[in-house]
Nanobody, 126 residues
């Protein structure tokens, strides 16, 4: 069982930065892949960034060069550093983990991630 809790969301002006954290408890060390997703109002959930156990990262094109995913394995925390934020980054951001079942990194379908956090709101204004 893995519990994920996101924090760090908020309101920021365009061009600003935020760092999201996802604190994992339970058997989080078993996960092969963890990721950040986001969902904007009226839009489908979108995968943003992923990291596997080797530290290999993958990003959606729209955030490449602006967002950085990282993890502190000693503290079981997943981070998403977001720089140069744009209005289109406004969404609820969720972290997810596969819980020790390899589904690819990134997985073909977000539903393959077994564990999800409750989400944290990020609002970017111009």
């Amino acid at each position: 069982q893995v519990q994920l809790v996101e924090s760090g969301g908020g309101s920021v002006q365009a061009g600003g930065s935020l760092r999201l954290s996802c604190t994992a408890s339970g058997d989080s060390s078993s996960s092969f892949c963890m990721g950040w997703y986001r969902q904007a109002p009226g839009k489908e959930r979108e995968g943003v960034a992923y990291i596997d156990k080797t530290g290999t990262t993958t990003y959606v094109n729209s955030v490449k060069g602006r967002f950085t995913i990282s993890q502190d394995n000693t503290k079981n925390i997943l981070y998403l550093q977001m720089n140069d934020l744009k209005r289109e980054d406004t969404a609820i951001y969720y972290c997810a983990a596969d819980g020790g079942v390899w589904v690819g990194c990134p997985p073909r379908h977000s539903a393959s991630f077994f564990y999800w956090g409750q989400g944290t709101q990020v609002t970017v204004s111009s």
